[in-house]
């Protein structure tokens, strides 16, 4: 099975520029999470999806936002770029499970996309 | 609100000597999971281990074994006879148990670099 892909790997921007990540979970994950990491902060997490339905939000401003489409696949989108908002943008997918919800199946996480604003 | 530390920054030890990550999480839930996974350079977070907190028996893996206390809030890494190609990042996180819709965020400590030198 193909892992979890992110594109694009690496993106350069300049400030007040927005942009969009995109995350293609493993076949069959209808759950994908996005996390963001920095050195200082660390990871942090960002929104989850699941059946084209964000679960939860982080405590993140609403310049960052996210959707995720029929197939799965989600997309997050950061406008008005920050400084700040340079960082290792990781995304995860999950299996639902059994019960669509109630079990704990394991995230599995995509090499990143590497955003640097400038 | 959940939180987890893991005080050790940085840690060197020289290929075969045994190494233990220290992570203690703060948490209000009665039950949670608890996660280990390994960040190599490429970026891409790797899934070493979850835990459920009504399961306090240890548990070991080859040269990987973990050491889950819940009386202490504990959850120790220690890998033995370390290998080069065990340097990277890593990271202890904790998620609440989830019910159905409910979010399944992970929540991180700020990582540990480990580097084994030859």
């Known amino acids: 099975k193909a892992g979890v892909t992110q594109t694009p790997r690496y993106l350069i921007k300049t400030r007040g520029q927005q942009v969009t990540l995109s995350c293609s979970p493993i076949?069959?994950?209808?759950?994908v999470s996005w996390y963001q990491q920095t050195p200082g902060q660390g990871l942090q997490f960002l929104f989850e999806?699941?059946?084209?339905?964000?679960?939860n939000k982080g405590n993140f401003p609403g310049r960052f936002s996210g959707r995720q489409f029929s197939n799965s696949r989600s997309e997050m989108n950061v406008s008005t770029l920050e400084l700040g908002d340079s960082a290792l943008y990781l995304c995860a997918s999950r299996h639902p499970g059994l019960a669509g919800g109630s079990s704990y199946n394991e995230q599995f996480f995509g090499p990143g996309t590497r955003l640097t604003v400038l | 609100a959940q939180k987890v530390t893991q005080a050790q920054t940085e840690i060197s030890v020289v290929e075969k000597e045994d190494v233990t990550l220290d992570c203690v999480y703060e948490t209000r839930d009665t039950t949670y999971y608890l996660f280990w996974y390994k960040q190599p350079p490429s970026g891409e977070l790797v899934f070493l281990i979850r835990r459920n907190s009504f399961d306090e028996q240890n548990e070991i893996s080859g040269r990987y074994s973990w050491n889950f206390q819940k009386s202490t809030s504990s959850f120790n890494f220690t890998i033995t006879a370390s290998q080069v190609v065990d340097s990277a990042v890593y990271f202890c996180?904790?998620?609440?148990?989830?019910?159905?819709?409910?979010?399944?965020?992970?929540?991180f400590g700020s990582g540990t670099q480990l580097t084994v030198l030859p």
């Open positions: 076949s069959g994950h209808r759950s």
């Open positions: 999806y699941f059946s084209e339905t964000q679960r």
């Open positions: 996180a904790l998620s609440p148990v989830p019910s159905s819709g409910s979010a399944r965020q992970l929540t």
